[in-house]
């Protein structure tokens, strides 16, 4: 096997039934619901599931689903894990480990029920232990942070004097999701704004207003996976996996080989991009995980799609917007649509949908949609090409 | 010198211990690689660049520019008097990069330039503890 390229498709793909808040439902069963869904989804019998890839235990869930795997991926690297899991999950159809996986996530990200952490977001929660020998806690937590507000875009004021990049271009970020967003039902925020909204919301971590942060939010979403041979089985319109990639670079953005770049989403999206034998120009949509505005500048930027310095003035010329050359994150992503903390899954639903051609605000024609996901803070990468046209074209 | 100090204080272990006694007596001391040469932080008991073991801890010069910064509006426990804080990346002249505070200046976009010259200080936060901040130099 010297590629997964062709080897495995999507065949069934769902979010939680609500998005957004979910004061009812514990993040367990916001998983179960995910699962079910993408079941009905593709219309599978679900004990010909034989593979599980989660955050949560896999033994939780294949018992709650009365599912016996014989293979399982409990890889935890972030909001990207569910990316990887994918990935590990083609290579593991291909090499004939398993033959159907289902990958689910799901957190009550906005009411924390069942969950064991305090709110992402929450600076009391997010602060550290008061005394502590790790290493984040040794050398960062003594200075006040209080988890990705506070971090994640730490590199951004060295990104703008290195490069140029303007406080209206990385506001433009969110200006232009929310066009996307205001055709999706389904959004949590769905109001056209302005630069000049974003520059008026209350500032959170500078430079960064609230209108560059992604929502706090409860949900989930799952996806069961096949060969690309019985893809052609299901109702579904199989969407092929094309290429993939993962990496990792530091545990904590300060000691990032260089905070203006990320090296995980270059070599993540260069393994994806070689893989998958298409080019940038071949991309009709793109999908990069945006916990902060700054995220799809660099992702931009380290997947090669527009050259170090271009990525703000790209995306405020409207590149990324409907009626744009690249549409990117069309679902309004992390800023708009919705974020329970590990927002990789929703990337990943939205990139299936436009590919099947079913998202709600559809871009015409995609045929190969990008989908790049960021884990911690720049710590983990994964990448993913989606396509519909299968291997024998 | 508070018994009062509210704010994560931080518990060396055997890789950090040399930085913490060092910062006590208000020196600012890193590691570098015997094999290759090359400075770096955080401690280790290995080279990031080559993995040797050679390594010995050396006292910096103290100096460094300002690399990178973020204000923080919504302060964490401990830390409300400060708010807005800069929570800032100083690069040492010997070359790693490290997390600070900024003090001695009011921390404003205006006031805070990138590469400015910052110069080591130490908050004696307890007995055990005296954490490096830097102010412009």
Redesign the interface.
């Known amino acids: 096997m010297d590629s997964l390229r062709y080897k495995a498709a999507i065949v069934g793909a769902s979010e939680t039934t609500e998005l957004g808040s979910i004061p009812d439902k514990t993040a367990f069963q916001l998983h179960v619901d995910a699962s079910v869904n993408a079941i009905n989804d593709c219309g599978i019998d679900k004990n010909e599931i034989d593979g599980i890839a989660t955050t949560m235990s896999p033994a939780a869930l294949a018992h709650y689903l009365g599912i016996i795997p014989t293979w399982i991926d409990n890889t935890q690297v972030g909001g990207t894990s569910f990316l990887v899991h994918v990935r590990h999950a083609a290579a593991a159809i291909a090499s004939g480990l398993c033959e159907t996986v289902l990958v689910a996530m799901a957190e009550s990200g906005r009411n924390r029920v069942g969950e064991q952490t305090g709110r992402i977001g929450d600076v009391a929660s997010m602060s550290g232990g008061r005394r502590d020998s790790s290493f984040p806690g040794q050398f960062e937590s003594i200075y006040g942070v209080a988890g990705p507000t506070t971090q994640f875009g730490m590199g951004v004021l060295r990104y703008m004097k290195e490069t140029g990049l303007t406080h209206e271009q990385l506001a433009s970020v969110p200006v232009a999701q929310r066009k996307w967003a205001n055709k999706v039902p389904r959004a949590m925020y769905r109001d056209i704004i302005t630069i000049e909204d974003v520059f008026n919301s209350r500032m959170i971590c500078y430079p960064f207003h609230l209108l560059e942060c992604c929502l706090v939010t409860d949900g989930g979403g799952a996806l069961i996976i096949t060969s690309a041979e019985r893809a052609k089985d299901f109702r579904t319109k199989p969407v092929y996996i094309m290429g993939t990639g993962e990496s990792v670079e530091s545990p904590v953005v300060s000691q990032m080989y260089d905070m203006t770049t990320s090296a995980a989403f270059k070599t993540s999206s260069k393994k994806a991009f070689e893989e998958a034998g298409v080019t940038q120009d071949d991309v009709d949509h793109l999908m990069v995980y945006d916990a902060f505005a700054h995220l799809p500048i660099y992702g931009l930027e380290d997947l090669g799609f527009v050259k170090r310095g271009e990525a703000g003035s790209f995306i405020e010329e409207g590149n990324t917007s409907p009626g744009g050359k690249l549409p990117m994150n069309t679902n309004g992503g992390g800023l708009s649509y919705t974020h329970s903390g590990m927002y990789g899954m929703y990337a990943i639903q939205e990139s299936v949908r436009q590919v099947r051609g079913e998202a709600a605000h559809q871009v015409d024609g995609v045929k190969t949609s990008f989908c790049q996901g960021v884990g911690g803070m720049f710590m983990a990468a994964g990448s993913l090409v989606f396509t519909n046209e299968g291997p024998h074209r | 010198m508070s018994s009062g100090y509210n704010?994560?204080?931080?518990?060396?272990?055997p890789e950090?211990d040399v930085f913490?006694e060092k910062a006590k007596q208000h020196e600012l001391w890193i590691q570098k690689c015997l094999n290759c040469n090359k400075p770096f932080f955080?401690p280790r008991m290995n080279c990031p660049n080559c993995l040797s073991d050679n390594l010995e801890w050396f006292k910096t010069g103290g100096m460094g520019t300002l690399?990178?910064?973020?204000?923080?509006?919504?302060?964490?426990?401990?830390?409300e008097e400060?708010a807005?804080?800069a929570?800032a990346?100083v690069q040492l002249d010997e070359g790693p990069?490290?997390?600070?505070?900024i003090v001695g200046i009011e921390n404003t976009?205006e006031n805070l330039i990138?590469?400015m010259k910052l110069k080591v200080v130490f908050d004696d936060v307890s007995d055990e503890i005296a954490?490096p901040k830097w102010e412009p130099a």
């Open positions: 704010k994560p204080i931080p518990v060396p272990t950090s913490w955080y690399y990178s910064y973020m204000i923080n509006h919504r302060p964490v426990p401990g830390f400060d807005p804080y929570i990346i990069r490290m997390m600070t505070n976009p990138l590469d954490i």
